[in-house]
């Protein structure tokens, strides 16, 4: 039963930390110069604000470099396998298919039409995973494992349904939309943001926003994006870690439309024979994910206490999130994978990637962050 527990709750901590409070942003994937008239930071920032509501699809090319194992999938108990069949013990489903998204390269197709209709597909090999929201209504489709998952968003005050709806499927934040999205919102006086030089993105003219952490205590070193100089869309994202020269995240169009897409990829059915689940909106809807694990966190979400009594501490690029050890599954700690990829501290276990350190502390207490193993250990100190 332990092992059931820690895979529906282990994708809730990988991806919300690594996509949502790593994700601050990212960079820039040019493949020529433009010249376009000069314009000052805010300005392209109001440029990128003004882009709502708008209807495009285009071909997404997402890489990461994050240093995250190689888990095997199809073993453990939950795949078929039997109790230690997998390499350290037993592998997690949810956690090995977060971990192989957000390892090396991927490509995916985008399609939007207005604020609340967005279809994001994700290619591998002959499977595709696909995340289909159309109104209140989303669905995320595994095609390799034939599952799917539903999940109908509360009502918002005009009628529609209320948020984006991808906040738990990983592959809904692999577009230059969200990440600039979390890499823009919210910016303060944490953050310097500075033009580039113009580019052109998928054959389309850009504007460069630059975006430097003020403070030390972060592992992020600078944020790159390219706006549509026309439509003030995102067209890519980078993000550099300390010490690097090459991006960790990188996520840019490779092409680009303007036009309206068919109103019939916004909607969705499961194939016959597929398995499908009903997810609750505050919990998460990857299928298999039914789960009561944190929520994600954004890199500027300032101290607060989320439904389930997990925090943010901080309010910028340092910001750490903080799990009650009442939160968390029994048997985490126990799991053979942190036995073999964690690594042990004065205070706990860590893990940790270029752009995020998690702290798995002897309180019972988990903590995670894009920062230093030493910015973990002095909110742990503190209580």
């Known amino acids: 039963m332990a092992s059931k527990q820690r895979s529906k709750w282990i994708p809730a901590v990988a991806v919300p930390v690594i996509v949502g409070v790593i994700a601050l942003g990212g960079g820039l994937t040019a493949n020529a110069q433009a010249d376009l008239p000069d314009r000052t930071a805010e300005e392209v920032l109001a440029l990128s604000a003004g882009h709502h509501d708008t209807s495009f699809s285009g071909t997404v090319e997402a890489s990461f470099a994050l240093g995250l194992p190689q888990l095997p999938t199809g073993q453990g108990p939950e795949r078929g396998g039997s109790e230690g069949s997998?390499?350290?013990?037993?592998?997690?489903?949810?956690?090995?298919?977060?971990?192989?998204?957000?390892?090396?390269?991927?490509?995916?197709r985008v399609f939007a039409d207005?604020?609340?209709?967005?279809?994001?597909?994700?290619?591998?090999?002959?499977?595709?995973?696909?995340?289909?929201?159309?109104?209140?209504?989303?669905?995320?489709?595994?095609?390799?494992?034939?599952?799917?998952?539903?999940?109908?968003?509360?009502?918002?005050?005009?009628?529609?349904?209320r948020g984006h709806g991808m906040a738990h499927a990983p592959e809904g934040d692999m577009t230059p939309e969200r990440l600039a999205e979390k890499a823009l919102a919210g910016l303060d006086p944490t953050t310097e943001v500075t033009v580039g030089e113009d580019t052109r993105v998928a054959g389309r003219d850009a504007y460069t926003l630059r975006?430097?952490?003020?403070?030390?205590?972060?592992?992020?070193?600078?944020?790159?994006?390219?706006?549509?100089?026309?439509?003030?869309?995102?067209?890519?994202?980078?993000?550099?870690?300390?010490?690097?020269?090459?991006?960790?995240?990188s996520v840019a169009y490779t092409s680009y439309s303007t036009e309206t897409?068919?109103?019939?990829?916004?909607?969705?059915?499961?194939?016959?024979?597929?398995?499908?689940?009903?997810?609750?909106?505050?919990?998460?809807?990857?299928?298999?994910?039914?789960?009561?694990?944190?929520?994600?966190?954004?890199?500027?979400?300032?101290?607060?206490?989320?439904?389930?009594?997990?925090?943010?501490?901080?309010?910028?690029?340092d910001a750490v999130a903080v799990i009650p050890a009442e939160k968390v599954p029994a048997g985490l700690t126990d799991s053979p994978l942190l036995d073999q990829y964690a690594i042990d501290s004065a205070a706990g276990r860590v893990l940790s990637t270029p752009l995020a350190t998690v702290l798995l502390a002897d309180d019972g207490r988990v903590l995670a962050g894009p920062v230093p193993l030493e910015r973990l250990l002095d909110v742990a100190s503190s209580g």
Not at 86 to 108: D, K, M, N, Q, R
Not at 211 to 232: F, I, K, N, Q, S
Not at 281 to 291: C, F, L, Q, S
């Open 114 to 161: 207005g604020a609340d209709r967005l279809r994001v597909q994700v290619f591998d090999g002959t499977d595709e995973r696909n995340v289909v929201r159309n109104g209140q209504e989303v669905w995320a489709y595994d095609s390799a494992e034939r599952r799917a998952a539903q999940v109908i968003l509360p009502e918002g005050p005009d009628g529609a349904g």
């Open 261 to 317: 897409p068919d109103a019939g990829l916004f909607e969705f059915t499961p194939p016959a024979g597929a398995e499908v689940e009903r997810a609750r909106p505050d919990v998460g809807m990857w299928p298999g994910a039914h789960r009561s694990g944190p929520h994600g966190s954004g890199p500027h979400a300032g101290d607060r206490h989320p439904a389930g009594g997990d925090s943010v501490l901080g309010s910028g690029w």
């Open 211 to 249: 975006l430097d952490p003020r403070t030390p205590d972060t592992l992020v070193e600078d944020v790159t994006l390219a706006v549509d100089a026309a439509t003030g869309a995102p067209l890519s994202v980078r993000i550099r870690a300390v010490g690097q020269e090459d991006p960790a995240i």
């Open 86 to 108: 997998s390499a350290g013990g037993i592998v997690p489903e949810g956690l090995a298919e977060a971990f192989s998204l957000l390892s090396g390269t991927h490509e995916a």
